[in-house]
Structure formats: structure tokens, C-alpha cells
């Protein structure tokens, strides 16, 4: 098991930027699959963005060109830099993590997440 914290969430205006990250221990990176995760009110969550412990990185297309995603081995930490930020992107955001090396975008493959981290984004 993962253990998962996120922290970097704020308010924002349009088009700025911010810094997401997700500690984990229990398990170090080069073991497992992590992705963010976003979940607005009223709506499903949804893939954001991954990384297989290989570094193979995937981005939605809904945020592609804006949001880049990295891990630091060393640090047993994953980011998600996003900048150009719009309203639509307000809402919180999930680390989540998967033993296994097959990325996924489905939160059902997932087996560990973070509490979260809230990012509001105004007009």
C-alpha cells in the first residue's frame, strides 16, 4: 500500500499557475504507477495526468499544453505544474497510485489516494 499526500491547491485567477504535489511512502516511485486525478461538484472524477514507473507521462487532452507532469525519485514525489489556468479547472485534485507498470486513466485500476487538494480558479 501507498500512502498518498497532496498539498499546493489555492486560489488562483485566470491564467496563472500553480504547483501540485503528492508525497507518498510505503512504496518508492520506481515501483508504481501515479496520475492525478481531478473531481469537480456535481461531476465524475478524471484523469488528469500520468506517470508509469518508467516515466512515460500521459496528459489529458483537456489540459494538454498546460499542465506538465513530473516525479522526483529521489524525493518520492510526483507534480503536476499547471499554468493558464481557467475556471474549468476548479476543482480538487488526487494523487493516486497502482503497483503495477500499465498506465491507466481509470480511477477503478487505481488502489491508493490521496485526501486531496482544493484548486479554485476565478474569472
Known amino acids: 500500500q501507498v500512502q498518498l499526500i497532496e498539498s499546493g491547491g489555492g486560489l488562483v485567477q485566470a491564467g496563472g499557475s500553480l504547483r501540485l504535489s503528492c508525497a507518498a511512502s510505503g512504496r518508492t516511485f520506481s515501483s508504481v504507477t501515479v496520475a492525478w486525478f481531478r473531481q469537480a461538484p456535481g461531476n465524475e472524477r478524471e484523469f488528469v495526468g500520468g506517470?508509469?514507473?518508467?516515466?512515460?507521462?500521459g496528459i489529458a487532452d483537456s489540459v494538454k499544453g498546460r499542465f506538465t507532469i513530473h516525479k522526483d525519485n529521489a524525493k518520492n514525489t510526483l507534480y503536476l505544474q499547471m499554468s493558464s489556468l481557467k475556471p474549468e479547472d476548479t476543482a480538487g485534485y488526487y494523487c493516486?497510485?497502482?503497483?503495477?507498470?500499465?498506465?491507466?486513466?481509470?480511477?477503478?485500476?487505481?488502489?491508493?489516494w490521496g485526501q486531496g487538494t482544493q484548486v479554485t480558479v476565478s474569472s
Open positions: 493516486a497510485a497502482r503497483v503495477s507498470g500499465i498506465p491507466s486513466t481509470s480511477t477503478g485500476d487505481f488502489t491508493s
Open positions: 506517470m508509469s514507473w518508467t516515466g512515460a507521462p
